[in-house]
């Protein structure tokens, strides 16, 4: 068996008030990359006009990302459809960064599991806020 080339890929579409994401945003996303956590294979920023037009920027049209030399992996990964449904979610008058991110980890665990005769079927995602209330309940039920 020959290793996996590519993890599975997660599209993530994250809002922000005003025109552009916050520079923190960037940030975040940059320390994922540089621990090999994540590969950044696509990035897109939809800016919605308070008319509700949209304006569609690539990474590298981005100024002061910070990302400026990360080379995105598969630019045009995030298709226009993909973009423009993902852009009905945008509010007017806000934006939002679409990163489209190669989770590593998973890659590794694919190839481990294939190797093995194992094959991944099907994964489910519980959102963070979603797990975070969960067990902010269960520690609740434990201590009563």
Known sequence: MTGFRYGPAEFYLVGFEGSVPDRGTFSALR???????????????????????VDIQALDEQIDSGLSDVELIASGLAGEEDILTLAAHVPPGRSAAIAVLELTYARDLAEKLSSSGGEVLRTERIAAPVVNALMDLLEEEEGD
Do not use: K, M, Q
């Not at 621990?35 to 308070?50: E, P």
């Open 31 to 53: 320390e994922l990359i540089d621990t090999g956590i994540v590969r950044l294979l696509d990035f897109v920023v939809i800016a919605r006009d308070t008319d509700g037009e």
